[in-house]
């Protein structure tokens, strides 16, 4: 499926549940996600960890409303603590056979944004196993000076945020250097294709979501 | 002519750097040399108008006559925007508007130009400095625009490699393109450039030819000393039994090997996995088998305590440097210092390898150069038993190669330190390093030549 497509489908889906309450909707969209990362072949490790993570959050969520509120309602308890599972998993689906690349590239052609915001989402998505490969350099680098930095350390996190800024304004100087000009009309090379089937799936599956919205509490 | 440039001063901070440059470039092949931090790099910039767009003041006028340009940064890591080179080349060229069906034709030029084929689809952050130049190098390839900017393109490039680029880069001069080219390096140069220009006193002067034949007969002298290694003995440091260190693919596969001690050169093509190997030294990434140090499994040490014994000089300066000003990086390596270097030392070698004048500059605002010089000094002030150097002599003129290696020398004499020292130029190394280690088809053999 179109990434832009699929990723507006997963907010829509976030953004409705969280403001109608449907248990039965939560539960179905949960099952729905589950079953489409089991189809694309995820990794078992990557599927505990999924359940494993969001679990502190939604345990806590159902604690609560259930066991430490002066009226405990077992329905919202676990209407709210599912949703927590509704957000990752969908997530998930969205980021799910799609590179980030494929996705500010669709953000670009299909949803029409300018470039600068394109390839700005694509600069901060990269920039995650960047810094964590800095993190890990920084710390490295200080040992070898008799400097040991906890994961707290502000002096850390300090030069985490320099190589930051310093990669910013070197990303900006590189994308100009290779012929970027902002506002400037670039061509298509790799076409991602928004394709009748793309938003068929789209509509069915938002069709049915709200059916079971508004049918089942 | 090509690039015309009238008048021009420019300045990062109150003292210009370039004062009233006219200078003229015309099509063919054009170097630029001089010492670290006379502002090659700020030229190359401000005519690849990115100065003063990011960073400085000017006045004056550069004109480029309507013709394109690309430049290729000092630091070729830097300088993408994507994660492959493919995709990196393809988005280079959706800027210049190329259409899908021309895109084919584009890239093959590029790859075959730099060779780099078997690499387009590898992550970039995990290619070595030397691939990390090419690939810089050919998505300008693929452009194809009129004016090359070159900023010490092959600093990290194996002698081959650089060799055959160069001789490439000469034959698209001669098909009317502009080559503008910073380099430390002269070797392979003198038959191929049409203009030599250098940096003297904020301002550029071309050199005649007579003067160019003196310059090229100056580097030639360096590499007409012959040298030899000879094979270790005594102690080793480090010991390796069935070791092997994988990154995307195996690089290093050694059954038997002991590393000793004094001053060890390794040498191998862009790529073999040098950089991997102190990666693995250092505890940056894992490794197979057996790796002890002083009897020591490596994989088993703190490295809490290790890493103040067994340290590292990175290939990318700024990797090193944890606080802001040149002041407070020398205040941290002070705190750690061994015996050799008091203040006096300290300020004695500042003055020499010119960062005196430098010391409330911010780290990252430094010159390539200067940055490595500062680098290394820091590293040295710290007292580690054992060095890993990785290509210390990049982007150093050749007079402070010279510093560098005296302050190494004098170091090395007093602490009996280990230098495990990368690089790919041999001649100047030749003469401080006891020890030659050649590192190709995954494995490290010592050779005496």
């Keep these: 499926m179109n990434p832009s497509l699929k990723f507006i489908l997963a907010f829509i889906i976030s953004l409705e549940i969280s403001l109608k309450a449907s248990l039965t909707t939560n539960l179905i969209v949960i099952a729905f996600a589950l079953v489409y990362l089991l189809i694309t072949k995820i990794k078992t490790k990557e599927l505990i960890l999924l359940i494993a993570l969001p679990f502190i959050a939604a345990f806590t969520i159902f604690a609560t409303l259930y066991w430490f509120s002066p009226t405990p309602d077992p329905y919202y308890a676990w209407n709210l603590s599912t949703r927590v599972y509704v957000y990752t998993l969908t997530i998930t689906c969205v980021t799910r056979n799609t590179t980030a690349t494929d996705f500010s590239r669709s953000l670009e052609q299909n949803l029409h944004l300018p470039s600068k915001f394109a390839y700005g989402v694509l600069a901060a998505i990269n920039i995650v196993p960047k810094m964590q490969m800095a993190v890990k350099q920084i710390r490295t680098s200080a040992m070898m000076r008799g400097m040991y930095l906890s994961f707290w350390s502000p002096v850390l996190y300090f030069k985490a945020i320099l190589v930051a800024l310093n990669s910013a304004d070197n990303l900006a100087q590189g994308m100009e250097s290779h012929g970027y000009v902002e506002g400037q009309k670039r061509s298509t090379i790799v076409a991602i294709p928004l394709t009748w089937k793309d938003w068929t799936i789209f509509f069915v599956l938002l069709i049915l979501v709200n059916i079971s919205l508004f049918l089942f509490r | 002519m090509t690039v015309t440039i009238k008048q021009a001063t420019f300045s990062y901070e109150k003292d210009p750097i370039i004062q009233n440059l006219n200078m003229n470039i015309p099509v063919g092949f054009t170097l630029l040399v001089g010492p670290t931090g006379c502002g090659k790099s700020t030229l190359l910039k401000i005519i690849a108008s990115l100065y003063p767009k990011y960073a400085g003041k000017m006045t004056g006028s550069v004109d480029l006559h309507g013709l394109k340009s690309a430049m290729m940064f000092q630091n070729a890591a830097e300088q993408f925007t994507m994660a492959t080179p493919r995709e990196e080349i393809i988005f280079a060229l959706e800027n210049l508007q190329i259409t899908p069906a021309n895109y084919a034709e584009h890239l093959q030029k590029a790859f075959e130009f730099t060779q780099i084929q078997d690499l387009l689809d590898q992550?970039?952050?995990?290619?070595?400095?030397?691939?990390?130049?090419?690939?810089?190098?050919?998505?300008?390839?693929?452009?194809n625009v009129d004016i090359f900017l070159l900023d010490e393109p092959?600093?990290?490039?194996?002698?081959?490699?650089?060799?055959?680029?160069?001789t490439k880069l000469a034959a698209l001069a001669q098909n009317g393109k502009t080559i503008i080219l910073s380099d430390h390096v002269l070797d392979s140069y003198e038959r191929i450039c049409d203009h030599l220009f250098e940096f003297k006193a904020k301002t550029v002067e071309e050199l005649s030819s007579s003067e160019k034949e003196k310059l090229f007969k100056q580097n030639q002298k360096l590499h007409d000393q012959s040298y030899s290694f000879v094979l270790p003995t005594g102690q080793p440091i480090f010991k390796m039994r069935q070791v092997e260190i994988s990154q995307n693919k195996?690089?290093?596969?050694?059954?038997?090997?002991?590393?000793?001690?004094?001053?060890?050169?390794?040498?191998?093509?862009?790529?073999?996995?040098?950089?991997?190997?102190?990666?693995a030294m250092t505890k940056m990434i894992e490794y197979k088998g057996n790796f002890t140090y002083l009897k020591r499994e490596i994989k088993q040490l703190k490295p809490r305590k290790y890493l103040t014994e067994v340290a590292q000089i990175f290939q990318k300066a700024s990797d090193q440097f944890l606080t802001v000003t040149v002041r407070d990086e020398l205040a941290l390596s002070k705190k750690d210092r061994n015996q050799f270097f008091t203040d006096e030392k300290i300020t004695e070698w500042l003055k020499k390898l010119g960062l005196q004048s430098h010391l409330d500059q911010v780290v990252y605002t430094l010159s390539g150069g200067q940055?490595?010089?500062?680098?290394?000094?820091?590293?040295?002030i710290t007292g580690h038993q054992v060095l890993l150097v990785d290509e210390p002599l990049s982007g150093l003129d050749q007079q402070s190669i010279k510093l560098v290696l005296t302050l190494m020398h004098e170091c090395q004499k007093q602490l009996q330190q280990t230098y495990l020292i990368i690089s790919h130029q041999t001649a100047e190394l030749a003469q401080f390093c006891d020890y030659h280690l050649v590192f190709a088809d995954q494995q490290l053999k010592y050779v005496e030549r």
């Design chain 2, 123 to 143: 992550k970039i952050d995990t290619l070595s400095g030397g691939q990390q130049q090419r690939v810089a190098l050919a998505v300008l390839i693929a452009m």
């Design chain 2, 154 to 166: 092959f600093a990290s490039c194996d002698p081959e490699a650089r060799q055959f680029l160069i």
């Design chain 2, 250 to 279: 195996l690089l290093l596969k050694q059954d038997q090997l002991d590393l000793y001690g004094k001053a060890t050169l390794i040498t191998g093509a862009n790529g073999v996995g040098k950089s991997s190997l102190f990666k």
């Design chain 2, 371 to 380: 940055q490595k010089k500062l680098q290394i000094l820091l590293m040295l």
